[in-house]
T-cell receptor, first 110, second 110 residues
Framework: SQTIHQWPATLVQPVGSPLSLECTVE??????LYWYRQAAGRGLQLLFY??????ISSEVPQNLSASRPQDRQFILSSKKLLLSDSGFYLC?????????FGPGTRLTVT | RKEVEQDPGPFNVPEGATVAFNCTYS??????FFWYRQDCRKEPKLLMS???SGNEDGRFTAQLNRASQYISLLIRDSKLSDSATYLC???????????FGRGTSLIVHP
């Protein structure tokens, strides 16, 4: 069966510090991968998606970037965090339309 | 303009009640529809797909009305454990980027 891992589960970072969140998927090949952010009490905001290694599409221009160095690995990064980057970051995978989410990383920028 | 709209609620119902949520979508090309459940501070989890003919899974029934562009979720015999936010999702053919609604909050009380 397929599983998706995200780490860390929680993170507290100062403004201006870098960020690296990692997501890996097991049990499937060539999945579509997604990064979402959910601010407190808000809906899901799609940040990036990838249909293959090295292929990244950005939905919202911001100070975040994503990379897919391996088929089942998706990384979300930032060089300098802003206060507005705080939120719940979710990685998801899909083969067709159903998406399956990882447990998420709760990021607080102070 | 939001593509998928839901009443945010909260819907506050007693145990054993029947409750229904509607969700409207604006993209007439949408072909696949889903309901997700999200518990507080957790990731969304796929609850059920919504088929043209409607589908039922235990106490949960999902319906699609293409003419009016809405989908519905009916929960019978509500349990305390049904308390969560229910997210409606629509996806159009050829794009593996579904659109999530912002969710409807359900609170089931004793």
């Amino acid at each position: 069966s397929q599983t998706i891992h995200q780490w860390p589960a929680t993170l507290v970072q100062p403004v201006g510090s870098p960020l690296s969140l990692e997501c890996t998927v097991e049990g499937t090949s060539n999945p579509n991968l997604y990064w979402y952010r959910q601010a407190a009490g808000r809906g899901l905001q799609l940040l990036f998606y990838s249909v293959g290694i090295g292929q990244i599409s950005s939905e919202v221009p911001q100070n975040l970037s994503a990379s897919r160095p391996q088929d089942r690995q998706f990384i979300l990064s930032s060089k300098k965090l802003l206060l507005s980057d705080s939120g719940f970051y979710l990685c998801a995978w899909s083969i067709t339309y159903e998406q399956y989410f990882g447990p998420g990383t709760r990021l607080t920028v102070t | 303009r939001k593509e998928v709209e839901q009443d945010p609620g909260p819907f506050n119902v007693p145990e054993g009640a029947t409750v229904a949520f509607n969700c409207t979508y604006s993209n007439s090309a949408s072909q696949s529809f889903f309901w997700y459940r999200q518990d507080c501070r957790k990731e969304p989890k796929l609850l059920m797909s919504v088929y043209s003919s409607g589908n039922e899974d235990g106490r949960f029934t999902a319906q699609l009305n293409r003419a009016s562009q809405y989908i519905s979720l009916l929960i019978r015999d509500s349990k305390l454990s049904d308390s969560a936010t229910y997210l409606c999702v629509a996806a159009s053919g050829g794009s593996y980027i579904p659109t999530f609604g912002r969710g409807t909050s359900l609170i089931v009380h004793p």
